[in-house]
Structure formats: C-alpha cells, structure tokens
C-alpha cells in the first residue's frame, strides 16, 4: 500500500467511527476487535503489516482507481475526491457499527463517544487499563432501560436494546446482510425499533462494508441539491458509499463550500 493514498487523520475523524481519540502528540488510540492500537503516520507501516489491522483500515483496496472512476462521473465528485483523497471506509465489527449509529441518531460527535465509551466501561470486557471492548449483544439484550439508565442514552436506551435482542436471537442476520440486495438489507435492518434508513445505511456501509450503501442526512441531502441536482446515489455505481465519504467530509470541512449545506454539524446519523 502507498502510505500517500491514506490520509489517517481524515479517515478517523470523518465520522464514520468513535472510539478513536487523538492524542496529545497528534497520534490516535483507539479499539476495535477487542485489539488496542496507538497509531500515527510514524508507525501505520508497521501496524498494517498486521493482518487485522490491514483488513479493519481496507489498505489492500485500490482506492486511487476508485477515485479516478469516480472522478469521470461528474465535475463536483471530481472535486470532492480530491479534496480528501485520502479517506478509507473502515471495517467496522457490524454489531458495533449498527449500536454505535442507532446511538448517533440527533446527537453530536462528542455526546456520542461520551454514551459509547461509558456503554463499553459498563459492559464490555476489560483490555487493559481504562480500556473496554464493546459489548456483545448478548449482553446487552439481557438488560433493560433502567440499566442503561447511567449510560445517559435517553431515548436511544429502548433502540439499544431492541438491536441488541433481534441480533441476538438472530431475528436480525448481520452476516446475511452482507450478502443479500441492499435494499432487502436495509429493510432487515429498519425491523429494529428506531432504525430508519439512514441508520441502516451507515450500518451497512461502515459496519458491513456494503460500498454500494449510501448514507443520506441533512448534510448530505442538501449536497445531492445543490452539487448533483437530478442524480441521485444509483449514479455513483457499486463504490457510491466511497462517493458519499467524499461528498460528506469536503461539503463539512472546505470553508465556504461547506457553508452552502448550513447547519450546525452532526453525526451522519443525526438529524
């Protein structure tokens, strides 16, 4: 992989995770498979010769022929893939993924790894110290809202649950989901109580690596207007969730054009 094709700190801090945090010294520690790792573009050579962290950063995907696909579709996905090319659809754990949106749902990026990390402390296995996995659904679906009452979730509390039991039973099938249409995909996931599409498809892409998911919230709806009016997420082909990451990070972040969406800025799943 050429390390100029991975901009870390965009891929961690474009919204599409939480349980990363940058350290004082510029570098990330974060967890995801029950693994710990602090990385920096010092050290990312090394961590990607580890065979899960290569997978969970996608590094053996061609994204510079991604984006110079992209490109030749429209003047403005042109623009926004240049402006951030860097940027990697991460493989998320699918349960985290999808428990991590459902509490994203009309919360910003702060309150939400605030109720993700005190929702790991509570119930998730120890790694090391002040370090906790996500917590199973097994786990969860075990509980009720009262317990969950300290994680200070509100609403999200009766969500959490509902996911948590209908994966468990699989009344839900994540793995299924992987391979069925996306349409009947989203439309397993939307079952669970307080799914709505945009949840489902932040799960589908960024938990269940579903590159042809599109998610769509006010940020991104507004875009579809103003930078692509009369097209929609089909036009994107099978890698629109790469063009959505791209959309999504350079309508937020690059200064006046970022302006033309408005509005304060929320978690994809927000609002």
Known sequence: MDLREFDLHATLECGQCFRWDRQPDGSFQGVAGGRVLRVSNDNLETALQDPFWRTYFDAARDYADIRQELSSLDAALARAAAYAPGIRILNQDPWEALCSFII????????????????CASFGDPLEEGVFDFPTPERLAALDEEALAPLRCGFRARYILDAARKIASGAVDLEQARRIPVD??????????GVGPKVADCALLYGLHRLDAFPMDVWMKRAMKELFPGKTPA?????????????????RTSGPAAGKAGGPAVSKAGA
């Open 104 to 119: 994203s749902q009309n919360n910003n990026i702060p309150r939400i790894k605030g109720i993700i990390s005190r929702l």
């Open 184 to 193: 009947e995909a989203r439309a397993s996931l939307m079952t669970i109580v």
């Open 235 to 251: 036009d994107f082909g099978p890698n629109a969730g790469i063009a959505q990451q791209y959309i999504f990070h350079f309508v």
